[in-house]
């Protein structure tokens, strides 16, 4: 999983991603992000709300996003900041397809 250096964590960051970082939008998930040219790991953070669903189905959809953005750590600008809001929709799509749209769009706005 994701160590506690690349993982967004007060509400102000989170704002501040979300209001001033570029947007991707995909099936599922809709991705900010927030380049900076300081020296440190790229970090993240999600969203996922009760309209996804139960807390048992967020959690899980929380777990996979955090799954496949660990894999695509490596390939992510350091400094960049990078938060995700999971859809309704992600409540039914596998691991793959999130994997996918958190990919497609760290590729476009995030990639080293």
Do not use: W
């Amino acid at each position: 999983m994701l160590a506690r250096g690349n993982r967004i964590t007060r509400g102000a960051e989170y704002r501040a991603v979300v209001r001033g970082g570029s947007r991707c939008a995909s099936a599922h998930t809709v991705t900010y992000v927030v380049t900076t040219t300081e020296d440190r790991p790229a970090r993240f953070g999600f969203i996922v709300s009760k309209q996804v669903g139960t807390a048992v189905t967020r959690n899980t959809v929380r777990r996979r996003l955090k799954a496949a953005c660990a894999e695509a750590l490596p390939g992510v600008r350091s400094g960049a900041d990078v938060v995700i809001r999971a859809l309704p929709s992600a409540a039914t799509a596998d691991s793959s397809q999130l994997r996918s749209d958190v990919v497609r769009c760290l590729e476009r706005r995030a990639a080293a």
